[in-house]
Nanobody, 127 residues
Framework: QVQLVESGGGLVQAGGSLRLSCAAS????????MGWFRQAPGKEREFVAT????????YSEESVKDRFTISRDNAKNTVYLQMNSLKPDDTAVYYC????????????????????WGQGTQVTVAS
């Protein structure tokens, strides 16, 4: 059974940092694109960042690209999201997701390609 389990969320002051982790199990995800999405209260789930299977290509949403860094360790089947200079607007539940290969890189900004999702981890940024 495929599982994605996020961890690392919590409460942080504005300007602080958190590192989210997503541990994958049930199969190897070395050739999958791995993404982070977030959903704030009353809002739709939105794209945050994604990393291709090789780890060489990453894409981030405009408002986070200078503050968040996505990375992966294929040996550990784990993907990370380092979040710096956090703002209250970053408050949301953050979800990890995995997508099989075969699409244009740009498509991984959308939720459609992602077959597997974690349960999410809450990030709250206090002002």
């Amino acid at each position: 059974q495929v599982q994605l389990v996020e961890s690392g969320g919590g409460l942080v002051q504005a300007g602080g940092s958190l590192r989210l982790s997503c541990a994958a199990s049930g199969r190897t995800f070395n050739n999958y694109a791995m993404g982070w999405f977030r959903q704030a209260p009353g809002k739709e789930r939105e794209f945050v960042a994604t990393i291709m299977w090789s780890g060489g290509s990453t894409y981030s949403e405009e408002s986070v690209k200078d503050r968040f860094t996505i990375s992966r360790d294929n040996a550990k089947n784990t993907v990370y999201l380092q979040m710096n200079s956090l703002k209250p607007d970053d408050t949301a539940v953050y979800y990890c997701a995995a997508a099989p290969p075969g699409r244009e890189d740009s498509s991984y900004r959308n939720m459609g390609p992602y077959y597997h999702w974690g349960q999410g981890t809450q990030v709250t940024v206090a002002s």
